[in-house]
């Protein structure tokens, strides 16, 4: 199993939209692409910054080859989208990880 993890780093003055956003539109957004199988929303308890608080978004795909189809057919316009709507404001940090059995 593969599991991408994006870590945004938002902005306090956007939080609540960016939010309400991730969980009605962009999560299920990504998840309607139907190749990953799960997914979870988590806020990071431990920022060491008061001004930010930070996120982490995991979709579980069941191998590589699912998760490249996601990079090659929509994963460029999905970010463009997130970057056009908060800009510096929700700063991403994308990792790649394998399970191991």
Do not use: C
Request: hydrophobic residues 40%; glycine residues 2%; aromatic residues 16%.
């Amino acid at each position: 199993m593969i599991l991408y993890n994006i870590t945004f780093t938002v902005s306090n003055e956007i939080e609540e939209d960016f939010v309400q956003w991730m969980k009605g539109t962009h999560i299920p957004d990504i998840f309607a692409t139907g190749l990953f199988i799960e997914h979870k929303f988590f806020r990071l308890l431990n920022s060491p910054d008061d001004n930010v608080t930070n996120y982490a978004i995991q979709f579980y795909a069941e191998n590589t080859k699912k998760l490249i189809e996601y990079e090659s057919r929509f994963a460029h316009q999905l970010r463009f989208e997130t970057q056009a709507r908060y800009g510096e404001k929700a700063m991403p940090f994308r990792t790649l990880m394998e399970s191991v059995d």
